[in-house]
DNA sequence: CCGTATCCAAAACGATACTG
DNA sequence: CAGTATCGTTTTGGATACGG
C-alpha cells in the first residue's frame, strides 16, 4: 500500500505529467524574440505596424517576427488589426493579457537587474576564470 | 542630428544588443527540465543524491539530468558536494541564489495558475476549436 | 507593405552503450 | 552510484527568394 509520502510524492509528480502551466508560460517567453517584441509594444503603449517594429528591432529577419507576432497572437497576447487599404496595413497592439504578461515579465526584469550579476560571476567562477569578455551587466 | 525620441530609442535597444539580464534568467529556466529539477530540491528542502533526483523526475535520462545539474551548478544556483567513498557520493542542494530562483519560479507559477488558462483557451480559439484535447488546467 | 515558401545550419533532446 | 561518449532525431533560427 502506498504511505502518505508516496501519495505527496505522485501529486507532485502529477504537475510535471503535462500541462503544467509555468511551462506554458515560459514556453511563451523564452523563445528569442519574443520578449523583445513584448518589450517594443510595451514601449509604445498603443499599435505599431509590422515595419515598424521591423526597424525598431534593429536585426529581426522577417520570418522571425512573423513568426514570433504569430505565436503571441495565437497565445492572446497581441492583437493583429489588418486595414484593407493598398497598400496593405497592418497593426500590433498588446491584449489585456498581453498587458498582464508585460507586468510579469517586469518582475523577471526586476529580479535580473538585482540578480543576473550573480549568475554571470558563478558562470565565471565554473568557467574557471578564464578569458573572461567584459560584460555590462547595468541593463535591462 | 539625434532627438530626444532618437536617444531614448537608442538607450531602449541598447538593452538588446547583448547581456540583457532578463534574457539570462530565462535562459536559465527555459530548458526542459531546469524547471523540475528545481522543483524538487526546493521540495526536498535539503540535499537529494543523484539517483534519488532521477527516480522522482521518473522519466528523465541520466544524460538530461546530468547536463542540467551541471547548467544549474555553473549558474550558481545548485551546489555539489562530492564524498569520496565507495561507491561515491554526490548530493545536490539549492544554494542561497537557487532558494531566491525558487521564490520567482514561484511567482511565475502563481501567475500562470490564474492566466494559464486564458493563454490555452487563446490557443484554442486560433487554432479553431478542432480536436481540442482535454486540458487539466488546475495543476502547477 | 506585409507577408509565404524553401532551404540550410545549429542547437536541444533522447536512446543506448560504456566506465571508475 | 554517478556519471561519460556517441549517435540519430527533432526543433529552432537565419538567409534568400517570391507573391498578393
Redesign the interface.
Known amino acids: 500500500m502506498g504511505t502518505a509520502f508516496d501519495q505527496d510524492?505522485e501529486q507532485?509528480?502529477?504537475?510535471?505529467r503535462?500541462?503544467?502551466?509555468?511551462?506554458?508560460?515560459?514556453e511563451?517567453?523564452?523563445n528569442k524574440w519574443a520578449?523583445?517584441v513584448l518589450?517594443a509594444l510595451r514601449?509604445a503603449d498603443g499599435p505599431m505596424r509590422f515595419n515598424e517594429l521591423r526597424r525598431?528591432?534593429?536585426d529581426i529577419t522577417q520570418k522571425m517576427l512573423t513568426q514570433t507576432l504569430k505565436n503571441l497572437?495565437?497565445?492572446?497576447?497581441v492583437a493583429r488589426t489588418v486595414y484593407p487599404t493598398v497598400p496593405p496595413r497592418v497593426e500590433y497592439a498588446l491584449t489585456e493579457?498581453g498587458v498582464?504578461?508585460g507586468r510579469?515579465?517586469h518582475?523577471?526584469?526586476e529580479?535580473?537587474?538585482t540578480?543576473?550579476?550573480?549568475?554571470?560571476?558563478?558562470?565565471a567562477?565554473?568557467?574557471g576564470r578564464a578569458s573572461q569578455p567584459p560584460?555590462?551587466?547595468t541593463?535591462?
Chains 1, 2 share one sequence.
Do not use: K, Q
Not at 497572437?73 to 497576447?77: I, P, Q, Y
Not at 540578480?115 to 558562470?123: G, K, L, V
Open positions: 510524492t507532485w509528480r502529477a504537475r510535471f503535462n500541462g503544467c502551466p509555468s511551462r506554458t508560460v515560459l511563451v517567453l523564452a520578449l523583445y518589450s514601449r525598431l528591432l534593429g497572437e495565437r497565445d492572446g497576447l493579457l498582464d504578461v510579469l515579465t518582475a523577471v526584469g529580479w535580473a537587474v540578480h543576473a550579476p550573480e549568475i554571470i560571476a558563478a558562470r567562477r565554473y568557467d560584460v555590462p551587466v541593463m535591462i
